[in-house]
């Protein structure tokens, strides 16, 4: 069965200080793993697809990789306003349209 | 502009009752689905319809109907909500299979007494 696994489930960080999320996943044969954002009392966001291992996807201060088995978004330089919740996903092939969702990632950046 | 509409956003009723959420989408995408997202934040597929047509029926009480007027409509309809139908249910579309991604609507929280 598909599954993603995210880490940590909470980071708290300095305004300026850069991290990276984990997401870790296993699938039968990958179509896409997607990142989104989730701001509280709201749907996600779509941010990224990434397709295939060694692909590298950018937007802001956020960057998406992927390899085989895991994918890392790093925030770089984190304002106040990267705080949400962010979520990785994956499409498996041959599951037309279906998302299998991590338990995301809690980002708070403080001042 | 709202992309993705849902109503009503919060939902208070009693057990035993039946229940509607309506869906709208404005993209022109042919791709619309009902995700689940429970206490603790697992956003989890029930439905998708694609032109019309169910796509996706995950394992999902029988009491959960959905219903695609048309390509821009999506509905849920619940009967006999039960205690553990409480959660935030979102609706979302896409193009084709979303492989550049969904739109999600900002979600109904139902909360069944």
């Known amino acids: 069965e598909d599954q993603v696994t995210q880490s940590p489930e909470a980071l708290r960080l300095q305004e300026g200080e850069s991290s990276s999320l984990n997401c870790s996943y296993t699938?039968?044969?990958?179509?896409?793993l997607f990142w989104y954002r989730q701001d509280p009392g709201k749907g996600p966001e779509f941010l990224f697809t990434?397709?295939?291992a060694g692909e590298e996807k950018e937007k802001e201060r956020l960057k998406a990789t992927l390899t085989k088995k895991e994918s890392f978004l790093h925030i770089t330089a984190p304002k106040p306003e990267d705080s949400a919740t962010y979520l990785c996903?994956?499409?498996?092939?041959?599951?037309?349209?279906?998302?299998?969702f991590g338990a995301g990632t809690q980002v708070v950046v403080t001042p | 502009d709202t992309a993705v509409s849902q109503t009503p956003k919060y939902l208070v009723t009693q057990m035993g009752n039946d229940k509607s959420i309506k869906c709208e989408q404005n993209?022109?995408?042919?791709?619309m689905y009902w995700y689940k997202q429970d206490s603790k934040k697992f956003l989890k597929i029930m439905f998708s319809?694609?032109?019309?047509?169910?796509?996706i029926n995950e394992t999902v009480p029988n009491r959960f109907s959905p219903k695609s007027p048309d390509k821009a409509h999506l509905n849920l309809h619940i009967n006999s909500l039960e205690l553990g139908d409480s959660a935030v249910y979102f609706c979302?579309?896409?193009?084709?299979?979303?492989?550049?991604?969904?739109?999600f609507g900002s979600g109904t929280r139902l909360t069944v007494v």
């Open positions: 979302a579309s896409s193009q084709e299979d979303g492989i550049d991604g969904y739109t």
């Open positions: 699938v039968s044969g990958l179509r896409g």
């Open positions: 990434l397709y295939s």
């Open positions: 996903a994956v499409q498996a092939s041959g599951s037309w349209g279906k998302l299998q």
């Open positions: 993209l022109g995408h042919d791709t």
């Open positions: 319809y694609n032109n019309k047509e169910l796509i």
